[in-house]
C-alpha cells in the first residue's frame, strides 16, 4: 500500500521532470512570457560613451539581493532619447526590467522618460511582489541617467557663460 501511494506521488512530479528541464519549469510556471522573451533576448544590451556630453549613465544597485543595473541615454539636440543601452547583473527580472526601460525611453522627451515609474514597468511585465524591487531599479536607473545627462548638460552651460564673460 505505502509503495502505491509512494508511486502516485511521486508519478505526476517524476513525468513533469522528463518533460521539462528545470529552468524551462520554472520560466513556464513562474515568470510571465514577457519576462522569458526579455530575458532571452534582451534588447539594447551595450554600452554608449560615458564621456560624451549627450550621454547620461545611471549606475543603481540593490544590496539585498545584489542586483546591480548600468543604464544609459544618448539624447538628441532637441532633448529626445535617441538611444538606450544597458548592463545589468541579476536575475531575469531585473534584466528583463532594464531591458524593457530601455525600450520605454528611446524615442521620449527627458521630461517624458522621468514619467516611467516602476508600477508601469512591474504591470507591463507581471512581476510577482517577490521582484517588484527589480522594476524599482529600472526607475531609478532612468532617473539616475537623466540626473547624469542634466548635470552634463548644466556643467556646459555653467562653462560657455564662463567663455563669454
Known sequence: MAGTVAKKCLSPLSVLTRRLSVPEY??????HQKVVDHYENPRNVGSLDKKSKNVGTGLVGAPACGD?????IEVDSQGKIVDAKFKTFG?????????LATEWVKGKSVDEALKIKNTDIAKELSLPPVKLHCSMLAEDAIKAALADYRLKQSDD?????KVSI
Do not use: F, N, P, T
Open 91 to 99: 536575475c531575469g527580472s531585473a534584466i528583463a526590467s532594464s531591458s
Open 157 to 161: 552651460q555653467q562653462e560657455a557663460a
Open 68 to 72: 546591480v543595473m548600468k543604464l544609459q
Open 26 to 31: 520554472i520560466s513556464q510556471c513562474c515568470y
